[in-house]
């Protein structure tokens, strides 16, 4: 089993910063990629962010947080992060940490942290 707690949420005015971080705790080496993922009232949960934890620690993003937000970790510290610099109040979402095994196809994800909440204000 892994644990994951996030923490850095709030709120903050539109091209404003935040910046999240998840610690992951427990049987971390079954996992090859943490990820973040965010879900809107109303909207279907979509993969923002995700980080190989080995080999290069590759990453992926969606297309609209592209150039704005940024996934990084440290390895030894079993801790993700997602900086998210001029945010949009489309960006308003509660956030979750995810950790996978597998491919780390957004389906592999199968740990998830209780979530943190960003509030984007025009």
């Known amino acids: 089993q892994v644990q994951l707690m996030e923490s850095g949420g709030g709120s903050v005015q539109a091209e404003g910063s935040l910046r999240l971080s998840c610690v992951a705790s427990?049987?971390?080496?079954?996992?090859?990629?943490m990820g973040w993922f965010r879900q809107a009232p109303g909207k279907e949960r979509e993969r923002v962010a995700s980080?190989?934890?080995?080999?290069?620690?590759?990453?992926l993003y969606l297309d609209s947080v592209k150039g704005r937000f940024t996934i990084s970790q440290n390895y030894a510290k079993n801790t993700v992060y997602l900086q998210m610099n001029r945010l949009k109040p489309e960006d308003t979402a509660t956030y979750y940490c995810?950790?996978?095994?597998?491919?780390?196809?957004?389906?592999?994800?199968?740990?998830w942290g209780q979530g943190t909440q960003v509030t984007v204000a025009n």
């Open positions: 995810a950790a996978a095994g597998g491919m780390c196809r957004a389906t592999d994800y199968n740990y």
């Open positions: 427990g049987s971390t080496g079954s996992t090859n990629c």
């Open positions: 980080i190989f934890r080995r080999g290069g620690a590759s990453t």
